[in-house]
């Protein structure tokens, strides 16, 4: 049986948790905004509309994290931690991907959507220089210096990437830490993927990348592993 008929069911399956999946008020999960953060990896130009590795899908997905922001800002959540890439201009990231979003360019400045919010000076920027935002990175070191923060909210991009690697590293510092009461919470309409087609990634030959599968598949992952994932978070 190739993978393709032996996997048609595990998809199904996938197709309808993505559609089913329940969505949830953003009060209800923020028990006490001093408590709260949210986390937006990546929505920066360079993953958006300026780039090699910018995709309109990610595009997407920026008004969505800007109303969450605004929400959670007017139910008193003051902490908004955005991990991005600001590359070394050497990057060894680029054996892999494209030269993209280094340190002082254009493509690695937050997006003007979220600089436009007026609480945006507030804002802790983590660099990074890989898809982890905890190797290498002030990630850990902040967290450590807010114990009191319990509940993650993590949006950005990719899903398959930097985002599945972050709110995989909450929750896994936690349950190895057994630091009890810790959520980190996946609002999907506030996650995506980039999508490169077969066809054209043999053309330019680059990897292909199913957006809609691997989407599917590693916000799966994450909830298998304890992270909520919901549809969206309302206000
Ligand atoms: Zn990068």
Known sequence: MSLREN???YIDYLENWLAQMPQAELSHIIVDP?????LCVDIINGFCTTGPLSSPRVQQIVAPIVTLFKTAYRLGVRHFVLPQDTHAPQAIEFEHYPAH???????????????????SDQFTIIEKNSISSSENTALDAWLDTHPEITTFIVTGDCS??????LALHLRLRANARQTPGVRVIVPANC???????????????????HGDLLHAVFLYNM?????????????
């Open 191 to 209: 996650v995506q993927t980039y999508d490169t087609p077969v066809d054209i990634a043999m053309k330019l030959g680059i990897p292909p990348h």
């Open 101 to 119: 979003c280094v340190r002082g360019s254009v493509e690695s400045q937050t997006v003007p959507e979220l600089l436009a919010l007026p609480f």
């Open 160 to 165: 398959d990437l930097c985002t599945h690697q």
């Open 7 to 9: 996997a048609s069911g």
């Open 223 to 235: 909830a298998t592993n304890g992270v909520e994932v919901v549809k969206e978070l309302t206000s």
């Open 34 to 38: 001093n408590h709260t953060a949210v």
